[in-house]
T-cell receptor, first 114, second 114 residues
Framework: KNQVEQSPQSLIILEGKNCTLQCNYTVSPFSNLRWYKQDTGRGPVSLTIMTFSENTKSNGRYTATLDADTKQSSLHITASQLSDSASYICVVSARYSSASKIIFGSGTRLSIRP | DTAVSQTPKYLVTQMGNDKSIKCEQNLGHDTMYWYKQDSKKFLKIMFSYNNKELIINETVPNRFSPKSPDKAHLNLHINSLELGDSAVYFC?????????????FGPGTRLTVL
């Protein structure tokens, strides 16, 4: 069964600290993996997208890693800011011969405290 | 200068009513989507249209009917609303395949069925 599981469900850290969010998936055949940031009351915004051959991708203070062998990804946030408070959603795509599928994780709710 | 816009932002209605949510994108994309985000924050794709043609139709009650008058608009009509329809509905768009290309999401419509 195609699944995307994220951990932790929620996380609280102090402003300026680093943190790492995890995503494990069982989606196959794997096409790509994305991380989205969703602010409260808003739609998700894409942070990174990685294909099978990419191990790491950065977007400012956000760095995503992908291990396609173990089917794990992480999102590392450096020097957190109050504006990083949001839900972070891992999304994995599968491409079949005649169709495609996109599976969303339930997200990690990150709160940054001053 | 909104890329993907939805109206209304909030919708409160009684069970059994029929309602519509409108979506417009000014990005020139050829593919549009409707997603449902439930109380547990899972995002699930409902429909996808490419150049006004339905290409993804997940298991959704036939009370939900998408309509695409042109490739910049994808409206969602819901008949005989039920309590379980309460959720946030997101419209999104992309240029080309949902698997390969970045999606841009609208701000969401919070539907509450009483």
């Amino acid at each position: 069964k195609n699944q995307v599981e994220q951990s932790p469900q929620s996380l609280i850290i102090l402003e300026g600290k680093n943190c790492t969010l995890q995503c494990n998936y069982t989606v196959s055949p794997f096409s790509n993996l994305r991380w989205y940031k969703q602010d409260t009351g808003r739609g998700p915004v894409s942070l990174t997208i990685m294909t099978f051959s990419e191990n790491t991708k950065s977007n400012g203070r956000y760095t995503a890693t992908l291990d396609a062998d173990t089917k794990q990804s992480s999102l590392h946030i450096t020097a957190s800011q109050l504006s990083d408070s949001a839900s972070y959603i891992c999304v994995v795509s599968a491409r079949y011969s005649s169709a495609s599928k996109i599976i969303f994780g339930s997200g990690t709710r990150l709160s940054i405290r001053p | 200068d909104t890329a993907v816009s939805q109206t209304p932002k909030y919708l409160v209605t009684q069970m059994g009513n029929d309602k519509s949510i409108k979506c417009e994108q000014n990005l020139g994309h050829d593919t549009m989507y409707w997603y449902k985000q439930d109380s547990k924050k899972f995002l699930k794709i409902m429909f996808s249209y490419n150049n006004k043609e339905l290409i993804i139709n997940e298991t959704v009650p036939n009370r939900f009917s998408p309509k695409s008058p042109d490739k910049a608009h994808l409206n969602l009509h819901i008949n005989s609303l039920e309590l379980g329809d309460s959720a946030v509905y997101f419209c999104a768009s992309s240029q080309g395949s949902l698997v390969s290309n970045e999606q841009f999401f609208g701000p969401g419509t919070r539907l509450t069925v009483l």
